[in-house]
């Protein structure tokens, strides 16, 4: 797309640096000229030594041939006014204030190119990792059957991968092994036992996996084999990491683990102090192993960054306690660490499951509705999306088209309630030259810009009937004519509507007509509301936490728990778009790493305290999160236990027994 940038300023020069470091070929921008009166013009500078032609008037630009676009920087409306009277046919004009959200949009879909293809490589290290590490790795679900086994846990046992795969250790293996092997406690242990007559010392540590509501399910186990003639130097060969130090924080000693683990050998380390060493994240604020050298008491489990010898962040979880000599003076500490890169890369593939293309969700609704995406999309009927403004329904129709094998071809988006009755014909079909008094040139409508691709009609329900009667002749002959126009044009488009109204109910109230409904109803979908699937509300607080981290360049880490006990109950009637406008005013108001609830909007915070519902504090935030989602999939299958159950994925006496515990009636009265 040849480009011309008026206005050779800072923003010029911005853009132009961005362009010319990320080599964006995909999106076929080539910028041909940069105009500004001044010479020294930063922008303007930087083009010439590009080889870029420059320009002082901005008039003669409009003279270059085949130019597509015309970015507009500097501002100046006269400029602007001018560009739009005197450009030609097929060139767009787009202003300094849609040039950023234009920019933003290039960064942002570039960042996602490279995190999809980020993940995709991440995918293939964490599978060549388990397949080639000579340590025992395996992983079972919540009912201790094995989703995950690498080829050296296989190998001990004399048996093939494939043959433990979806069993239980106790259908596998002999009583005394299975006990071992099977546990769920999250342990390091070094256990005997025997195989065809043979002895084996295995070094076994568990790994609890959890969701994000804190709940089990599953374990990783990760195991080394140990003779019994280095039995007694286990300590210095087990998987942990192990290292003391003296009261002042000093390294008094360091095991092979730690050698293998950080890349330092033990002689490197000794006398040094640890924070040097590791160069944690946490080592001059919350260093778990002076807190407990200062005050006595024991950490576990806590996770931590450090960096290695060899410059790259190992992310780790630490438990210490402090070294105490007869009983009562503190001489040093001991912390012991175990790598969490497997651990790390499990919680990657819990999130991946959790997304499909930009919709996130874990909601069974969403979740079948996902199911059946890969399906409508392959199609090329019609598509009608229902639900609450703000549900995500462009979302949805941008995934059937990214999906579809229209993908190649443009997605056009018109929402058909901003646009007045008397422009919306002109803005759909286009126009011809002389068809009405400012019509100097012809302009092709939306239909024309979406040819081949798929064409998104928001709002449908809002459309006039005149305006109905012309859409349904061309859902069904596949034809239209511009406005001013006596020729016919066929239109090879997949159109989706989307409304936030109830076209039945409109229908039977003559506000729709009737033939058209049927024509767009050919797959209907319906989006459910934010309020009814409330055990997304965490998931898309971290995703939009994640997202203006990236945007705005902050570091918060989360919000409190009382930050997300209030957002659970807040009923949202502005659904996920709220909730973002919702994250992204704490974020301008929050000044510390984790948002709190005066950092929430004034609205939300009256609403609560109106309703008498304030977050308490005791109640941890995954416990509250797991209440309101079993409370609202009961109210939502009229509190039939057993259709609850299946739809949470639980048993049914796991659905009695957290109904007793937090109290929630059986709705019998």
Not at 73 to 95: A, S
């Amino acid at each position: 797309m040849k480009t011309v940038i008026v206005g050779g300023g800072q923003r010029c020069l911005t853009f132009l640096e961005f362009l010319g470091a990320r080599q964006l070929r995909e999106l076929d921008i080539e910028v041909v000229c940069v105009v500004d009166t001044r010479a020294d013009a930063p922008g303007r500078v930087f083009a010439e030594q590009q080889g870029i032609h420059t320009l002082t008037d901005y008039r003669a630009a409009l003279s270059l041939p085949n130019v597509e676009l015309i970015l507009e920087l500097t501002g100046d409306k006269q400029v602007l006014t001018d560009l739009y009277n005197e450009i030609h046919h097929g060139v767009r004009i787009i202003d300094h204030v849609s040039a950023w959200v234009f920019w933003d949009l290039i960064r942002l879909e570039h960042s996602l190119r490279e995190e999809l293809q980020n993940r995709t490589n991440l995918e293939k290290r964490f599978r060549q990792f388990i397949d080639s590490a000579s340590d025992i790795i395996a992983i079972k679900d919540a009912e201790g059957r094995y989703v995950v086994v690498n080829p050296a846990t296989a190998s001990l046992f004399g048996m093939e991968p494939e043959h433990l795969l979806g069993r239980t250790p106790a259908e596998v293996y002999a009583p005394d092994v299975a006990g071992i092997i099977g546990s769920h406690d999250d342990e390091v242990i070094a256990e005997r036992f025997v195989i065809d007559s043979k002895e084996y010392y295995l070094d076994v540590t568990r790994y609890p996996l959890m969701d994000y509501q804190g709940n089990v399910n599953g374990v990783c186990v990760i195991g080394r084999e140990v003779t019994q003639r280095f039995f007694p130097l286990i300590f210095d060969s087990i998987s942990h990491a192990i290292f003391t130090t003296d009261s002042e924080g000093a390294i008094t000693s360091f095991n092979r683990a730690a050698e293998e683990l950080t890349g330092y050998r033990r002689d490197e380390v000794i006398g040094r102090a640890c924070s040097a060493i590791f160069k944690s994240d946490r080592c001059e604020t919350t260093c778990p192993l002076k807190a407990s050298i200062h005050t006595g008491e024991r950490a576990h489990n806590e996770e931590a960054t450090i960096v290695t010898k060899s410059g790259h962040a190992l992310p780790i979880s630490i438990s210490t306690a402090a070294l105490v000599e007869d009983g009562e003076r503190i001489v040093g500490g001991v912390e012991m660490f175990r790598d969490l890169r497997l651990v790390t890369e499990l919680r990657k593939q819990v999130e991946k499951s959790y997304v499909f293309e930009d919709i996130i969700s874990k909601s069974h609704h969403m979740k079948r509705l996902f199911e059946t995406l890969p399906l409508i999309a392959s199609s090329q009927s019609t598509v009608l999306i229902e639900g609450e403004s703000g549900t995500g329904k462009e979302l949805i129709a941008r995934a059937i088209h990214n999906l579809g094998p229209r993908r190649k071809g443009p997605f056009i988006a018109v929402n058909c309630a901003a646009v007045p009755d008397s422009l919306i014909e002109s803005e759909l079909f286009g126009y011809k030259k002389g068809a009405f008094t400012d019509a100097k040139e012809d302009k092709p409508g939306r239909f024309a810009l979406a040819e081949g691709g798929t064409l998104l009609l928001d709002e449908i329900g809002d459309l006039s009937r005149q305006m109905q009667v012309k859409l349904l002749r061309v859902l069904q002959e596949k034809q239209y004519e511009p406005l001013g126009s006596t020729q016919t044009v066929s239109a090879d488009v997949r159109v989706i509507a989307s409304t936030n109204r109830n076209l039945a109910q409109d229908v039977t109230s003559r506000k729709f007509r009737q033939d058209l409904y049927y024509r767009l109803n050919v797959v209907r979908m319906e989006l459910p509301p934010l309020r009814t699937r409330k055990e997304d509300i965490p998931l898309l607080i971290q995703h939009f936490i994640d997202r203006f981290n990236t945007l705005q360049g902050r570091r918060i880490t989360g919000c409190s728990e009382r930050v997300l006990s209030a957002l659970m109950r807040y009923p949202f009637p502005g659904n996920i778009r709220e909730l973002e406008n919702a994250i992204e005013h704490a974020f301008v108001i929050c000044i510390d790493t984790t948002i709190q609830m005066d950092d929430l909007p004034q609205h939300i915070l009256s609403y609560l305290s109106d309703t008498g519902q304030k977050a308490p504090a005791a109640k941890p935030p995954l416990e509250d999160a797991e209440m309101h989602a079993i409370v609202s999939c009961l109210e939502r299958n009229e509190y039939n236990r057993a259709r609850t159950a299946a739809d949470l994925g639980i048993s049914r006496n796991t659905l009695w027994r957290k109904m007793k515990r937090y109290g929630i009636s059986t709705g019998s009265s």
